[in-house]
C-alpha cells in the first residue's frame, strides 16, 4: 500500500515506512536510544528528501523522548536545572546549526555535510562502545569489572560562574553544560538527532555527573531541542512531514515495546556489542558512498530559493 | 497610395490562402478520460486517455496524417551537480543551473519521431524531451552534458518518456493514447498537446490542460505548512507530543 507524502511529494510504501520506525523502535526500546542517527540514513534510503528526511526525524525524536522523559520523570531520575542549562546552549547551538544548514543548501553541499557528519559522529562513537563492551564481554560473568571512580575535580571544575545542582550533586561552572547543549543542538539542526549519543557520554565524562540522572536529563532537554528544530525547520524550510511523521510514530512505539522485551532477556554487554556493531554499519554504508565512484556522477538538486 | 494598400491587402490575403491551407482543413477534436488528478493520501499513479478525432470538411489527403501527443507538468528550475573526487571523497563539485525542465514530461506519437517531425517544426513548437528542457548555460565549462545527463536520469526514472509507435490511429481520423502518470506528481498544470503532422510539417494543433492537485488531507496539510507554517509546526509538536504521552500511558496500563 502506498503513500503519498504532502511534503516530500513522494509516495512510499507506508508498510516500508512502518518498518523502519518500527526496527528504529525496537532498538531504541532496547538499547534506550533515540534512534535519530538511524532513522535519518534509513530515510534517505527510502527515497525521502534529505532535507525533509532530517527535519522529520526531529519530529519523530520529540515523540519518542517525550515518551522515556515521562518514566524519567516519574523515578525522578531527571536534573530539570541541569536540563535547563543545557538547554540554552542548545536553542543556541540549534539556531547555529539550522543557519549553517540553510546556507549549504544554497550551496548545494548540506548533502556531503549531513553524511559527513553521520561518517565521523557514528565512527567514533561506535568504534568506542564496541571496543568497551568487548572488553566486558570477556570479562568473566560475575567478576565486576573496576568501577569507575567518579572524578570530582576534573579541569572543568575550576572555571567560574559555579552552580548548584541538586540532583545531580554538583557544584560546577555552567559554562561547560552551556557548551556541551550548544555542541549538541548544532547536531541536531544538522543531523537530524537527538544527540543523545554524545550528550550522554559527554555528561558522564565531562561533567562528571552520575549515571542514574543522566539519561533522564538528557531526554528532557533533546525534547526542548528538537523540538526547537523541528519548529525552524517548518517555518524556514517547510520541510516537515506531518504524514511521514505520523507513520514513523505509530512504528516506532509499537517497536519500542517489543525492543523492551527483547532487551529484558539479553545481557547489557551482548546488548552494547550489537549496538555498536548497527552503529558501525550504517557507518560504514555511508563512508562508501562517499569513498567509491558513484554510478552515477551527476545528481539532481531543486533550486535554492 | 490607395494602390500600394490595395497591393497589400491583396498579398495578405493570397498569403493566407496559400501558406496555411490544411489549417482550415483539419482540426483535432479532443477527448480525456479525465481532466482532473486529484492527489489523496492513497494516490499510486493514474493512467489517462487521450483521445480524439480528426475533424474535415473536405476528402481525407493522399498524404497519411501523424499525430504527436505530449504531456507537460508543470516547469520548475533545477539544479544539477556533478561529483568529482576532492581529498579522496565524492562531493558536488560543479553545479549548473537549468532554467526550467518540465517536472514530468511525455512524448506519445504514431510512428519514429524523426520521421513524423522536422527539426523545424520542433524548434517551432518544443516537442521533443530535449527541447522541452530550456537553459541558456550558465557557469560550467560544459552546459550540454549536464542538460543531457538531467534528460537522462529523469528517463531512467521514468518522469520524461518517449513512446513512439504508441498512439493508435484508424481511418486516418480516431486516434488514441494511454499516458501513465507516476505516483510522485508535482501539483499544477499538465499542458497537454495534440500535433497533427504530415510530412513532418504541423498542419494542425490543439491545447489543453489536465490539472493535478493535492486533495483532502494532503490538500490541508501541504497548505497550511507553507502558508500557515507556525501553525503548522506548533501542530505537529502538539502531535508528538501527544503521542508520546499516548504511547507511555498506554504502556503503562498494559503492564497493569
Not at chain 1, 525522578?76 to 549549504?104: A, E, Q
Not at chain 1, 543548501?105 to 556531503?112: F, I, P, R, S, T
Not at chain 2, 494598400?5 to 496559400?18: N, R, T
Request: with cysteine.
Amino acid at each position: 500500500m502506498q503513500v503519498y507524502l504532502p511534503i516530500a511529494e513522494v509516495s512510499v510504501n507506508l508498510f516500508a515506512l512502518l518498518g523502519i520506525g518500527g526496527l528504529v523502535g525496537v532498538l531504541s526500546g532496547m538499547f534506550g536510544v533515540g534512534g535519530g542517527f538511524l532513522i535519518t540514513p534509513l530515510l534517505f534510503f527510502a527515497g525521502i528528501p534529505p532535507a525533509v528526511a532530517v527535519a522529520t526525524s526531529a519530529n519523530q525524536i520529540v515523540a519518542s523522548s517525550f515518551s522515556g522523559l515521562l518514566a524519567h520523570l516519574r523515578r525522578k531520575t531527571v536534573d530539570i536545572r541541569m536540563g535547563l542549562i543545557l538547554l540554552i546552549g542548545g536553542m543556541i547551538g540549534s539556531g547555529g546549526g539550522i543557519f549553517v544548514f540553510n546556507m549549504l543548501k544554497a550551496l548545494g553541499q548540506v548533502d556531503l555535510l549531513v553524511r559527513l557528519c553521520y561518517v565521523v559522529f557514528l565512527g567514533i562513537v561506535g568504534a568506542l562502545m564496541f571496543v568497551e563492551s568487548v572488553r566486558a564481554l570477556r570479562r568473566k560473568p560475575g567478576t565486576p569489572g573496576k568501577s569507575r571512580k567518579r572524578k570530582h575535580s576534573t579541569w572543568v571544575h575550576t572555571w567560574p560562574l559555579k552552580m548548584r545542582f541538586r540532583t545531580s550533586q554538583l557544584y560546577i561552572s555552567v559554562i561547560p553544560p552551556i557548551l556541551v547543549g550548544l555542541s549538541v543542538g548544532v547536531l541536531a539542526a544538522i543531523m537530524g538527532v537527538g544527540g543523545g549519543f554524545i550528550m550522554v557520554p559527554a555528561m558522564i565524562y565531562l561533567l562528571g555527573m552520575p549515571t542514574k540522572v543522566v539519561v533522564g536529563t538528557s531526554l528532557f532537554q533533546i525534547i526542548f531541542v528538537t523540538a526547537f528544530t523541528t519548529f525552524l525547520h517548518a517555518t524556514t524550510n517547510h520541510t516537515v512531514d506531518l504524514m511521514l511523521a505520523l507513520v514513523l510514530i505509530v512504528g516506532g512505539v509499537i517497536g519500542a515495546q517489543i525492543g523492551t522485551q527483547i532487551g529484558l532477556r539479553m545481557r547489557a554487554e551482548q546488548l552494547r556489542v550489537l549496538l555498536a556493531s548497527l552503529v558501525l554499519l550504517v557507518c560504514g554504508k555511508l563512508a562508501l558512498d562517499l569513498l567509491l565512484r558513484p554510478d552515477e556522477l551527476y545528481v539532481i538538486g531543486t533550486a535554492a530559493g | 497610395m490607395m494602390r500600394l494598400v490595395a497591393i497589400c491587402l491583396a498579398l495578405l490575403a493570397a498569403c493566407s490562402a496559400a501558406c496555411s491551407p490544411a489549417r482550415a482543413q483539419e482540426e483535432v477534436v479532443l477527448g480525456l478520460s479525465q481532466n482532473r488528478v486529484q492527489i489523496t493520501a492513497n494516490f499510486d499513479g493514474s493512467e489517462i486517455l487521450i483521445f480524439g478525432a480528426v475533424k474535415r470538411e473536405s476528402k481525407i489527403p493522399e498524404i497519411p496524417l501523424d499525430v504527436i501527443v505530449t504531456v507537460a507538468g508543470p516547469s520548475r528550475p533545477v539544479v544539477v551537480h556533478r561529483k568529482d573526487r576532492v581529498l579522496g571523497i565524492w562531493v558536488n563539485a560543479e553545479t549548473s543551473e537549468i532554467d526550467s525542465a518540465p517536472t514530468f514530461y511525455t512524448v506519445a506519437t504514431t510512428g519514429p519521431l524523426n520521421e513524423v517531425l522536422s527539426h523545424t517544426e520542433d524548434l517551432r513548437h518544443s516537442i521533443t524531451i530535449r527541447r522541452a528542457v530550456r537553459s541558456v548555460g550558465s557557469g560550467v565549462a560544459d552546459p550540454g552534458a549536464f542538460m543531457r545527463s538531467l534528460v537522462r536520469i529523469r528517463e531512467e526514472a521514468g518522469i520524461y518518456r518517449l513512446q513512439e509507435n504508441e498512439v493508435e490511429m484508424d481511418q486516418q481520423t480516431l486516434f488514441r493514447t494511454r499516458v501513465a502518470l507516476p505516483a510522485n506528481l508535482t501539483e499544477g498544470g499538465y499542458e497537454t498537446r495534440v500535433f497533427l503532422t504530415r510530412q513532418g510539417k504541423v498542419v494542425a494543433h490543439f491545447d489543453t490542460v489536465i490539472e493535478v492537485r493535492k486533495a483532502g488531507l494532503e490538500r490541508w496539510l501541504y497548505t497550511m505548512a507553507n502558508e500557515k507554517s507556525a501553525i503548522y509546526a506548533v501542530l505537529s509538536l502538539i502531535l508528538a507530543v501527544a503521542a508520546g504521552w499516548g504511547a507511555s500511558a498506554g504502556f503503562r496500563l498494559l503492564r497493569g
